[in-house]
Antibody, heavy 118, light 107 residues
Framework: EVQLVESGGGLVKPGGSLRLSCAAS????????MNWVRQPPGKGLEWVAS????????QYADSARGRFTISRDYAKNLLYLQMNSLRADDTAVYYC???????????WGQGALVTVSS | AIQMTQSPSSLSASVGDSVTITCRAS??????LGWYQQKPGKAPKLLIY???ALHRGVPSRFSGSGSGTDFTLTISGLQPEDFATYYC?????????FGQGTKVEIK
């Protein structure tokens, strides 16, 4: 069974940093691209970043580029999102999702809430 | 960035009704379009990928169609568990973009 479990969310002050983790199990982690998608409270979904299966191709939304870094640890089957210079409008539930080529994100974690507030 | 315009933003329907939700892309995206269902407090779930392919385990009352710029999700015979918010997503090119969502409510 495919499982994705996010951790690392919490309350952080504007300008601060946070690292989200996503533990993957039930599939061959190294064979799939992975993504982060976020959802501000009461609003719609926004794609944040993607990393290819080999980590050779990384893409960011304009809102994340230069502040966020997506990475993965193949030995630990972990996906990361390092978030720096956080702003109030980064407040959201952050989901990690597996990506099937030609099929988009197919399995999602339960989400981690990040709140940026003083 | 490709804009996805989803309509309607909400609709009311009864159990057993058929409903259609549409997404229009600002440029052609081949068939790189998926549909997701989200219930309050839960993660989105994939229903349809590549415009019309049913994700495993998804009931056959869900169907997708379209090509180029215009796409539809149809639910034939709404069930109580189908009342939720639905999103389209284009993964044709980065940045991936979602539609604004359609909330399907009980009439």
């Amino acid at each position: 069974e495919v499982q994705l479990v996010e951790s690392g969310g919490g309350l952080v002050k504007p300008g601060g940093s946070l690292r989200l983790s996503c533990a993957a199990s039930g599939f061959t982690f190294s064979a799939y691209s992975m993504n982060w998608v976020r959802q501000p409270p009461g609003k719609g979904l926004e794609w944040v970043a993607s990393i290819s299966a080999s980590s050779s191709d990384i893409q960011y939304a304009d809102s994340a580029r230069g502040r966020f870094t997506i990475s993965r640890d193949y030995a630990k089957n972990l996906l990361y999102l390092q978030m720096n210079s956080l702003r109030a409008d980064d407040t959201a539930v952050y989901y990690c999702a597996r990506h099937v080529v030609g099929g988009g994100p197919d399995y999602w974690g339960q989400g981690a809430l990040v709140t940026v507030s003083s | 960035a490709i804009q996805m315009t989803q309509s309607p933003s909400s609709l009311s329907a009864s159990v057993g009704d058929s409903v259609t939700i549409t997404c229009r892309a600002s440029q052609a995206i081949r068939d790189d379009l998926g549909w997701y269902q989200q219930k309050p407090g839960k993660a989105p779930k994939l229903l349809i990928y590549a415009t019309s392919a049913l994700h495993r385990g998804v009931p056959s009352r869900f169907s997708g169609s379209g090509s180029g710029t215009d796409f539809t999700l149809t639910i034939s015979g709404l069930q109580p568990e189908d009342f939720a918010t639905y999103y389209c997503l284009q993964d044709y090119s980065y940045p991936w973009t979602f539609g604004q969502g359609t909330k399907v409510e009980i009439k």
